[in-house]
Structure formats: structure tokens, C-alpha cells
């Protein structure tokens, strides 16, 4: 790795600490975490940089933008083998460049799901909408009338999301 690759993933890696850092006067023993392996990071580094490029663009273009997370989990990744806290998905996507018009949260599992709410409340965040449901279900029911969407499905297995679910976001922008 070139050292200005290594100094870019630094400085990324300090943002991810500066989220979790706003989350200073949590008792995250009180909350579900997702258990993830050191890997993690570079995914939510990914989403983080693909987050801010969007945030950055999208609201020069279109008023309504939403944020949908297919598989929100808890909202905080706990990493096994160097027991650190990160900020899940949906913390990453309310800490973006700017914030979205509407966030959709759908968790099927009702104790990643019961932390998130939890979580999302003590944050005050108003223009969130949180699923304990499938996504299939909830997105075969929910009225998209966003402008743009930027969809995260960040799924364990393929086999956890279905193809009508991918049809149906395929019909919105």
C-alpha cells in the first residue's frame, strides 16, 4: 500500500471513531450489537465514502432524497476479536454530508430492531420510519415518493433478500 493510500484509510478510520465517539454518553452494554470481524470497518468505510459523495451531489439535483436500509441490524457492530464498538448503517447514513429527506430502517429481528428504535430515539432524529418486518414486505408496501434513493442491502446470505424485493426498488429512481 502507497502511503497516501495508508494516510486516506487513516483518515477514514478517524471518522468511523468520530461517530462512535458522538455516541459517548451511551451505555452500549445497554444495546444489541451486530458481532462482525475486522473486515468491517473497510465495508463501513466504503458505505461512508459512497455516503458523502451522494450527500455532497444528489441534493444539488433533487429535493427528495431518501436513505432505505434493507438490513439496518442494530445500529452497532461489535467487532469480536478487538472487542471495538462501531456505528452501524444506519448511524453512518444519519451522520452523512447532509441528511437525507426520509430514512427507512427495516430490521426483521425484533431485538436488532428494539436497540435501533432505541438508539434512532435518543438521537432525535424526526424523519426516520423503522420496519420490524421483512423487506419483501415492507418494501411491497411502502410508498416511495422520493425523488432519488440510495438503497443499502447489505444482506448475510443471498438468499435473506428476494428478487421481487430488488424488482420493485428497480421501479423507483
Not at 452523512?96 to 430515539?121: A, D, G, M, V, W
Request: hydrophobic share 35%.
Amino acid at each position: 500500500m502507497r502511503r497516501e493510500e495508508f494516510e486516506w484509510l487513516e483518515r477514514q478510520v478517524r471518522k468511523l471513531k468520530n461517530v462512535m465517539d458522538a455516541l459517548h454518553d451511551f451505555d452500549l452494554s445497554e444495546y444489541e450489537t451486530y458481532k462482525v470481524h475486522p473486515w468491517t470497518p473497510l465495508k463501513l468505510i466504503c458505505l461512508m465514502w459512497w455516503l458523502s459523495i451522494y450527500t455532497h451531489i444528489i441534493p444539488n439535483y433533487f429535493r427528495n432524497y431518501w436513505y432505505i436500509d434493507l438490513f439496518s441490524g442494530p445500529g452497532l457492530n461489535f467487532v469480536r476479536e478487538t472487542r471495538d464498538y462501531l456505528p452501524g448503517s444506519p448511524i453512518l447514513a444519519c451522520n452523512s454530508y447532509k441528511p437525507f429527506t426520509q430514512y427507512i430502517f427495516i430490521e426483521k429481528n425484533r431485538q436488532r430492531y428494539e436497540s435501533l428504535k432505541r438508539i434512532l430515539s435518543r438521537l432525535n432524529l424526526n424523519n426516520c420510519r423503522i420496519y420490524n418486518e421483512d423487506c419483501y414486505a415492507v418494501i411491497s408496501n411502502l410508498h416511495i415518493n422520493a425523488d432519488h434513493s440510495f438503497i443499502f442491502a447489505d444482506c448475510e446470505k443471498p438468499s435473506d433478500i428476494r428478487w421481487g424485493t430488488i424488482e420493485k426498488l428497480l421501479r423507483h429512481k
